[in-house]
Antibody, heavy 119, light 107 residues
Framework: QVQLVESGGGLVKPGGSLRLSCAASGFTFSDYYMSWIRQAPGKGLEWISYITSSGRTIYYADSVKGRFTISRDNAKNSVYLQMNSLRVEDTAVYYC????????????WGQGTLVTVSS | DIQMTQSPSSVSASVGDRVTVTCRASQDISSWLAWYQQKPGKAPKLLIYAASRLQRGVPSRFSGSGSGTDFTLTITALQPEDFATYYCQRTNRFPLTFGGGTKVEIK
């Protein structure tokens, strides 16, 4: 079945780095644009990054620009989020999500991975 | 950036009730709007896209309407499994933004 599975979350100190991965299965990954969306504890949803199927076009939210890098490997059916210079306010569940219609709405979603930034 | 404002932030309703959630954009976004349902501890689920198009597999008691700046998600005959938080999302340009969410609670 269609599935996205995130991994790589955990506890990291402020200023540290983490790399999140999202593995796709059950669909043609290279047909999908992909995004990362996060949700701080008890808060709403925040879109943070987007990459087209070729990887040639990338966007970031201002809150992560210059610190986070999105990438993908279509041969491995995976999308990644390299997070550097992490801040306490980056603490959130991070979801990867796909966009087959290429219209910026999201389906499917992964189950999420928790990133906690704390000293 | 275009802001998305949802109202109410929470609503109490009973099984069988009709529930309406509103989403307002700070600028005209045509029909570039999606609605999601999120249950505690779970990922969001796409319900509606292009303001009024029902995602495959979503029950027909869910409907979306509106264009421009004002949008509505309506749930007719609320079911027990519909108690959740609902989010609108602007999809027309980057940065993509979500509304603050509306929690539908059991009365």
């Amino acid at each position: 079945q269609v599935q996205l599975v995130e991994s790589g979350g955990g506890l990291v100190k402020p200023g540290g780095s983490l790399r999140l991965s999202c593995a796709a299965s059950g669909f043609t990954f290279s047909d999908y644009y992909m995004s990362w969306i996060r949700q701080a504890p008890g808060k709403g949803l925040e879109w943070i990054s987007y990459i087209t199927s070729s990887g040639r076009t990338i966007y970031y939210a201002d809150s992560v620009k210059g610190r986070f890098t999105i990438s993908r490997d279509n041969a491995k059916n995976s999308v990644y989020l390299q997070m550097n210079s992490l801040r306490v306010e980056d603490t959130a569940v991070y979801y990867c999500a796909g966009d087959q219609q290429l219209a910026n709405w999201f389906d499917p979603w992964g189950q999420g991975t928790l990133v906690t930034v704390s000293s | 950036d275009i802001q998305m404002t949802q109202s109410p932030s929470s609503v109490s309703a009973s099984v069988g009730d009709r529930v309406t959630v509103t989403c307002r954009a700070s600028q005209d976004i045509s029909s570039w709007l999606a609605w999601y349902q999120q249950k505690p501890g779970k990922a969001p689920k796409l319900l509606i896209y292009a303001a009024s198009r029902l995602q495959r597999g979503v029950p027909s008691r869910f409907s979306g309407s509106g264009s421009g700046t004002d949008f509505t998600l309506t749930i007719t005959a609320l079911q027990p499994e519909d108690f959740a938080t609902y989010y609108c999302q602007r999809t027309n340009r980057f940065p993509l933004t979500f509304g603050g969410g509306t929690k539908v609670e059991i009365k």
